[in-house]
Nanobody
Framework: QVQLVESGGGLVQAGGSLRLSCAAS????????MGWFRQAPGKEREFVAG????????YYADSVKGRFTISRDNAKNTVYLQMNSLKPEDTAVYYC???????????????WGQGTQVTVSS
C-alpha cells in the first residue's frame, strides 16, 4: 500500500513544458512499478507512461513518446513526468498510480493519486 500525491500541473501554452511530480508515502515505494495516466472530460482514462521498480524499464504511449519522460527517485519516494512540446490535446487531469508490476491497464494499478490538472492553450 502506498499513498500518492501529484503536483506540478498548471496552464501552459502549446510548445511549453511542465514537470509533474508524484510524492509517495510508505516504506515500500521502491517495490512498486509506477505509472502516469491522464483523463480528459468525456474520455477514458488512458495510459501515458510507466516505469519499473528500479527505473531501468520505461514504456510510453505512442501519443507522448519522444515528448514525455518518466523517471523516479526512490530515495525521495517520488516519480516524475517531464512533459515537453506540449499540445492542446495533452490537456487532461494527470494521475500517478502504483502497481505490483509494470503495466499499462488502469485495473492493474492499486493505488492512485488525486490528480493534477494540465491545461495546454493553443
Amino acid at each position: 500500500q502506498v499513498q500518492l500525491v501529484e503536483s506540478g500541473g498548471g496552464l501552459v501554452q502549446a510548445g511549453g513544458s511542465l514537470r509533474l511530480s508524484c510524492a509517495a508515502s510508505g516504506r515500500t515505494f521502491s517495490n512498486y512499478a509506477m505509472g502516469w495516466f491522464r483523463q480528459a472530460p468525456g474520455k477514458e482514462r488512458e495510459f501515458v507512461a510507466g516505469i519499473s521498480w528500479s527505473g531501468g524499464s520505461t514504456y510510453y504511449a505512442d501519443s507522448v513518446k519522444g515528448r514525455f519522460t518518466i523517471s523516479r527517485d526512490n530515495a525521495k519516494n517520488t516519480v516524475y513526468l517531464q512533459m515537453n512540446s506540449l499540445k492542446p490535446e495533452d490537456t487532461a487531469v494527470y494521475y500517478c498510480a502504483a502497481s505490483n508490476f509494470i503495466a499499462t491497464m488502469p485495473e492493474d494499478f492499486g493505488s492512485w493519486g488525486q490528480g493534477t490538472q494540465v491545461t495546454v492553450s493553443s
